[in-house]
T-cell receptor
Framework: GDSVTQMEGPVTLSEEAFLTINCTYTATGYPSLFWYVQYPGEGLQLLLKATKADDKGSNKGFEATYRKETTSFHLEKGSVQVSDSAVYFCALIRPSFSGGYQKVTFGTGTKLQVIP | GAVVSQHPSRVICKSGTSVKIECRSLDFQATTMFWYRQFPKQSLMLMATSNEGSKATYEQGVEKDKFLINHASLTLSTLTVTSAHPEDSSFYIC??????????FGQGTRLTVV
C-alpha cells in the first residue's frame, strides 16, 4: 500500500537558519504530494502541493519539488522564522478516476521549533 | 480555498457519556469525509471514511459501535463517541475533498474525558 516516510523530529533551528525536512513516499501510479502544517492547537492547513513529477510547490517561502526518480518531496525554506514553529506533515493522495473521495496517506509529522 | 468547519473545538465530558462532533463543508459538497484521530506524538490515524447516504467504512481496529458516524447530507458528517472513557481523550480531525483535489481539514476537536 501507499506510505509516506518523513524525518523524525523535533527539529530545532535558530531564526534565519535553512530548513530541510525530508519526505519520501511509496505509491503506485502518480500520486499528488502535499505538505500540511499544523500550528499548536489547530487543525491542518495546506502549505503547498505538487501534482506531477518535477512540479515545484511553493508558499510562504517554503518549497518542495516532486522527484519521481527518488520518490521524494523534501520541504525547504531558506530562512525560518519563529512563527514557522509548527508540525509539518508530508502527505500523498492518489487521484480517484471515478471521482469523489480522496484518502490521504500521511507521514508521521515533523515538529519544527525555531528559537530566536 | 474550500472551508471545512468542525465543531466544537474543545469539549470536556464525563466518563460514560456520549459526545457528538460535527464536520461541515461550508462552500462545497462533499460526498465523502474522513475522520482522523491524532495521538500525543502527533501521528494521524485514519479512523473511518464517511459516505453520504450510506454506512461509514471503518479502518481496522476502530470500534464502529463506539465511534458512530453519520453522513446525512452532502455538507455534514458527525462523529459520536459513545460511552466515552479517558482513553478516548484525543484530538479528532475531519477532512473533505472535492474531486481530485487536496483534502481540506477542519480545525480539530480536543476531547477530554474526565
Amino acid at each position: 500500500g501507499d506510505s509516506v516516510t518523513q524525518m523524525e523530529g523535533p527539529v530545532t533551528l535558530s531564526e534565519e537558519a535553512f530548513l530541510t525536512i525530508n519526505c519520501t513516499y511509496t505509491a503506485t501510479g502518480y500520486p499528488s504530494l502535499f505538505w500540511y502544517v499544523q500550528y499548536p492547537g489547530e487543525g491542518l492547513q495546506l502549505l503547498l502541493k505538487a501534482t506531477k513529477a518535477d512540479d515545484k510547490g511553493s508558499n510562504k517561502g517554503f518549497e518542495a519539488t516532486y522527484r519521481k526518480e527518488t520518490t521524494s518531496f523534501h520541504l525547504e525554506k531558506g530562512s525560518v522564522q519563529v512563527s514557522d514553529s509548527a508540525v509539518y506533515f508530508c502527505a500523498l493522495i492518489r487521484p480517484s478516476f471515478s471521482g469523489g473521495y480522496q484518502k490521504v496517506t500521511f507521514g508521521t509529522g515533523t515538529k519544527l521549533q525555531v528559537i530566536p | 480555498g474550500a472551508v471545512v468547519s468542525q465543531h466544537p473545538s474543545r469539549v470536556i465530558c464525563k466518563s460514560g457519556t456520549s459526545v457528538k462532533i460535527e464536520c461541515r463543508s461550508l462552500d462545497f459538497q462533499a460526498t465523502t469525509m474522513f475522520w482522523y484521530r491524532q495521538f500525543p506524538k502527533q501521528s494521524l490515524m485514519l479512523m473511518a471514511t464517511s459516505n453520504e447516504g450510506s454506512k461509514a467504512t471503518y479502518e481496522q481496529g476502530v470500534e464502529k459501535d463506539k465511534f458512530l458516524i453519520n453522513h446525512a447530507s452532502l455538507t455534514l458528517s458527525t462523529l459520536t463517541v459513545t460511552s466515552a472513557h479517558p482513553e478516548d481523550s484525543s484530538f479528532y480531525i475531519c477532512s473533505a475533498s472535492k474531486m481530485n483535489t487536496e483534502a481540506f481539514f477542519g480545525q480539530g476537536t480536543r476531547l477530554t474525558v474526565v
